[in-house]
């Protein structure tokens, strides 16, 4: 087994930043090669990160001997080009969330990478690399829970809109065309993909979404914004499970986030991750809380590897990444559902 991948980076946006914080870190990680299509800011992210090679191309990029993975960090409606282009030229992916903008461009970019026997993995599920989110899945499958029946997840950002509140360089967030929607696209594929996790990565069967623009002071001139700022979303599954989602890039909230698993015979609470389940002497009086034991917080990686980290280890020992694109498919499937659900006022079939 070879020592180190060698990594080219496809886009140099903001979270390319974050995967080069990361990627730098890792021994077993050699980023190679950079491209972008604008060729100035390719050449600025080269020389901050001390990257030998920047491509005037992707066709020279994927020609390299030495790229064996390519990591696709462009903005959303840019994904599938490139991470197809990759696959067939015999490179492993990993490729940013969202995973596409639709379901087609999704399964397209799934069945390539079943098809050529490369790795495609997706960063929509970055919180299953987390200490809690492991060790609760851990157990879920496990059977410690019981039957996990439902996943209720509240997470309220008071002001932090991308291209308005933060990250204010970044402007295609408020677009739709470019972004595929707000907070619910954006955010919201994390919380997705998590919950699907832990219960089990059943089928969606149906998906009901209201979402809400206009939560704060608007995009100053010139920008424009048409992508929704709250987003509720509950959906069922074939398996008789179901989960709530609550997301917001701004509300006037805070203290309230949550996410909670029921089980049968037990629960999960996090942040802590706890443990709940009917106290053993009367469970009609008494309820066991037991904190799990953890000298980390819960989204720590340590040990582990981020979803980048984790990328490179898997492909190097020859398996399959932690984040594969078959459920990043049906996160992708949800998302879509939703987004129509929101547009109709109506529940969206799905299985």
């Given at each position: 087994?070879?020592?180190?991948?060698?990594?080219?980076?496809?886009?140099?946006?903001?979270?390319?930043?974050?995967?080069?914080?990361?990627?730098?870190?890792?021994?077993?990680?050699?980023?190679?090669?950079?491209?972008?299509?604008?060729?100035?800011?390719?050449?600025?992210?080269?020389?901050?990160?001390?990257?030998?090679?920047?491509?005037?191309?992707?066709?020279?990029?994927?020609?390299?001997?030495?790229?064996?993975?390519?990591?696709?960090?462009?903005?959303?409606?840019?994904?599938?080009?490139?991470?197809?282009?990759?696959?067939?030229?015999?490179?492993?992916?990993?490729?940013?969330?969202?995973?596409?903008?639709?379901?087609?461009?999704?399964?397209?970019?799934?069945?390539?990478?079943?098809?050529?026997?490369?790795?495609?993995?997706?960063?929509?599920?970055?919180?299953?690399?987390?200490?809690?989110?492991?060790?609760?899945?851990?157990?879920?499958?496990?059977?410690?829970?019981?039957?996990?029946?439902?996943?209720?997840?509240?997470?309220?950002?008071?002001?932090?809109?991308?291209?308005?509140?933060?990250?204010?360089?970044?402007?295609?967030?408020?677009?739709?065309?470019?972004?595929?929607?707000?907070?619910?696209?954006?955010?919201?594929?994390?919380?997705?993909?998590?919950?699907?996790?832990?219960?089990?990565?059943?089928?969606?069967?149906?998906?009901?979404c209201q979402t809400k623009m206009g939560i704060g002071e608007p995009a100053p001139a010139p920008l424009k914004q048409d992508v929704e700022d709250h987003?509720?979303?509950?959906?069922?599954?074939?398996?008789?499970?179901?989960?709530?989602?609550?997301?917001?890039?701004?509300?006037?909230?805070?203290?309230?986030?949550?996410?909670?698993?029921?089980?049968?015979?037990?629960?999960?609470?996090?942040?802590?991750?706890?443990?709940?389940?009917?106290?053993?002497?009367?469970?009609?009086?008494?309820?066991?809380?037991?904190?799990?034991?953890?000298?980390?917080?819960?989204?720590?990686?340590?040990?582990?590897?981020?979803?980048?980290?984790?990328?490179?280890?898997?492909?190097?020992?020859?398996?399959?990444?932690?984040?594969p694109a078959r459920d990043a498919l049906e996160v992708t499937r949800v998302m879509h559902a939703a987004y129509e659900s929101a547009r109709t006022g109506?529940?969206?079939?799905?299985?």
């Amino acid at each position: 087994m070879p020592d180190q991948l060698g990594v080219a980076i496809v886009g140099t946006g903001t979270i390319a930043n974050s995967h080069l914080r990361s990627l730098s870190q890792h021994q077993p990680a050699k980023v190679v090669a950079v491209y972008d299509v604008i060729g100035d800011l390719a050449r600025k992210f080269a020389d901050r990160w001390n990257i030998p090679h920047v491509t005037s191309s992707l066709e020279d990029l994927l020609d390299r001997k030495d790229v064996d993975a390519v990591i696709v960090s462009t903005p959303p409606h840019a994904h599938k080009e490139p991470t197809i282009a990759a696959l067939e030229s015999g490179k492993h992916v990993l490729c940013e969330k969202p995973f596409a903008l639709d379901p087609d461009e999704a399964e397209e970019m799934t069945q390539t990478a079943e098809r050529t026997g490369k790795y495609l993995a997706v960063c929509s599920a970055r919180r299953r690399c987390g200490a809690a989110m492991r060790r609760s899945q851990e157990m879920a499958a496990a059977g410690q829970l019981g039957e996990v029946y439902y996943v209720r997840d509240s997470q309220f950002r008071v002001r932090g809109r991308p291209g308005i509140d933060i990250l204010k360089d970044t402007h295609w967030f408020l677009d739709s065309r470019r972004a595929g929607g707000g907070a619910l696209i954006d955010i919201g594929v994390y919380e997705i993909d998590a919950m699907l996790w832990l219960l089990g990565n059943p089928t969606v069967r149906t998906v009901l979404c209201q979402t809400k623009m206009g939560i704060g002071e608007p995009a100053p001139a010139p920008l424009k914004q048409d992508v929704e700022d709250h987003a509720v979303v509950f959906f069922t599954c074939t398996n008789g499970s179901a989960g709530t989602l609550e997301i917001t890039w701004s509300s006037n909230i805070s203290g309230a986030n949550a996410f909670l698993v029921f089980g049968t015979t037990g629960g999960l609470r996090f942040n802590p991750l706890t443990y709940v389940e009917p106290g053993r002497i009367d469970p009609r009086r008494a309820v066991e809380e037991r904190v799990m034991p953890a000298n980390v917080e819960d989204g720590s990686t340590q040990g582990f590897g981020d979803v980048s980290q984790q990328f490179v280890d898997a492909i190097l020992a020859r398996r399959q990444p932690y984040t594969p694109a078959r459920d990043a498919l049906e996160v992708t499937r949800v998302m879509h559902a939703a987004y129509e659900s929101a547009r109709t006022g109506q529940a969206v079939q799905l299985a």
